[in-house]
Nanobody
């Protein structure tokens, strides 16, 4: 099976930084796009950042541009999100997402991590 496991969440003060990491494991043939989503209480899950397989293209939510950076290590099947200048409105559960083709399938599909809580105090 394929799994995504996040780490790095926590509680920080406004203006601080956090780095989230996500590792894909299991019987993986290839990984295409990888990204981060977040869901705040009472709100829909939203895209935060996404990065292509080569890493040459990224896309960010307007609310995080200039503060967050997404990057990946294809050799380790990991993706990370560096979050700087954090604001209380960044408080949410952050989910890793990846488009993965398993070894046992000819089709890629999106997988989700279990989520990691990020809380920013004012």
């Amino acid at each position: 099976q394929v799994r995504l496991v996040e780490s790095g969440g926590g509680l920080v003060q406004a203006g601080g930084s956090l780095r989230l990491s996500c590792a894909a494991s299991g019987r993986i043939f290839s990984i295409n796009d990888m990204g981060w989503y977040r869901q705040a209480p009472g709100k829909q899950r939203e895209l935060v950042a996404v990065i292509t397989r080569s890493g040459s293209s990224t896309n960010y939510a307007e609310s995080v541009k200039g503060r967050f950076t997404i990057f990946r290590d294809n050799a380790k099947n990991t993706v990370a999100l560096q979050m700087n200048s954090l604001k209380p409105e960044d408080t949410a559960v952050y989910y890793c997402n990846a488009d993965i083709r398993p070894l046992y399938s000819n089709v890629a599909q999106y997988y989700w991590g279990q989520g990691t809580q990020v809380t920013i105090s004012s």
